[in-house]
Every structure is written in structure tokens, then in C-alpha cells.
Nanobody, 115 residues
Framework: QVQLVESGGGLVQPGGSLRLSCAAS????????MDWYRQAPGKQRELVAS???????LFADSVKGRFTIFKNNAKNTVSLQMNSLKPEDTAVYYC?????????WGQGTQVTVSS
């Protein structure tokens, strides 16, 4: 059984910063790629950022230059540093990992950007 547990969401003013963290636990050998997705009300879930064990990262165009993703392979954690937050970043953020052919999701953490 694999679990992904997120933390770090909350309310922040426009222009502010938040850091999300996700820890994976359970029985597995290695997680090659971990990702962050988000889903805003009335919208489809979208990929925000992804990082491999080699450190190769990709970002959605809407967050490039503002968000950074980090992965600790030894601890099986992934973090998302979000800077210069905008109201349109408001969403539930989900951690995701594909392990041994199966998709695992965290419970989601709410990020609200509002003055």
C-alpha cells in the first residue's frame, strides 16, 4: 500500500509565497517521477509541475518562472515552492506518483490566493 500525504496549503495574498510538500510512504522500491496537479472549481485537473529522480523538471506555462519543484529521492518527498502567487493559482493541489504501473494521489491541499 502506498500513501501520499500533502501539507502546506493555505490562504495567501496575491504576490505571496507558499511551499507545498508531499511525502510518499509504503512498499515500493523507487519513485522515478513525482508531480503536482491542481484543480480549480469548474475546471479539469491540470499538471502544474513534474520532476524525475534525475532532477529533470517541467512546468505548466502558467507557472514557469514562479514555481520551483524539488525532489528528495532518499526521503521520497517532493516539494513545490510557489512564488508571486496570483488569484488564478487558487485551486486544490494534488501530489501524484506513478509507482509500478499504478497511479497514486494525495488527498489534496487547498491553496487560496486572495486579498
Amino acid at each position: 500500500q502506498v500513501q501520499l500525504v500533502e501539507s502546506g496549503g493555505g490562504l495567501v495574498q496575491p504576490g505571496g509565497s507558499l511551499r507545498l510538500s508531499c511525502a510518499a510512504s509504503g512498499s515500493f522500491f523507487r519513485i522515478y517521477t513525482m508531480d503536482w496537479y491542481r484543480q480549480a472549481p469548474g475546471k479539469q485537473r491540470e499538471l502544474v509541475a513534474s520532476i524525475t529522480s534525475d532532477g529533470n523538471a517541467l512546468f505548466a506555462d502558467s507557472v514557469k518562472g514562479r514555481f520551483t519543484i524539488f525532489k528528495n529521492n532518499a526521503k521520497n518527498t517532493v516539494s513545490l515552492q510557489m512564488n508571486s502567487l496570483k488569484p488564478e493559482d487558487t485551486a486544490v493541489y494534488y501530489c501524484h506518483a506513478r509507482i509500478m504501473g499504478l497511479d497514486y494521489w494525495g488527498q489534496g491541499t487547498q491553496v487560496t490566493v486572495s486579498s
